[in-house]
């Protein structure tokens, strides 16, 4: 769903603190391992291997969702498939 900005709506997301972006999403994959959370289940095995680039579990493209900054664009992409972390 694209959604076009204004100073409305960037100052309700940054108020109430809203996500939307792929690092704050449960099927986010990200390539460095040091960006993997705390639970205590995951292990070498679940890291990333070097070099590769971040990417969706599901297999959604993640260049138009990846970035959480609000303030250099005029609309913002949410992906159906979000999941907060």
Same mark, same amino acid.
């Given at each position: 769903m694209i959604h076009q900005l204004d100073d409305r709506l960037r100052e309700e997301a940054r108020r109430y603190r !809203? *996500?939307? #972006?792929c690092p704050d999403c449960a099927s986010f $994959?990200? #390539? @460095?391992? /040091?960006?993997r959370d705390d639970r205590d289940d995951r292990d070498d095995r /679940? +890291? +990333?291997p070097a070099g %590769? #680039?971040? %990417? &969706?579990? !599901?297999?959604y493209p993640v260049a138009p969702h990846v970035s959480r900054s609000l303030d250099d664009r $005029? @609309? *913002?992409?949410? &992906?159906? +498939?979000f999941e907060l972390r």
């Open positions: !809203l *996500v939307f #972006a $994959d990200p #390539a @460095e391992s /040091d960006d /679940d +890291a +990333a %590769r #680039a971040p %990417r &969706c579990s !599901l297999g $005029d @609309e *913002v992409i949410f &992906c159906k +498939a």
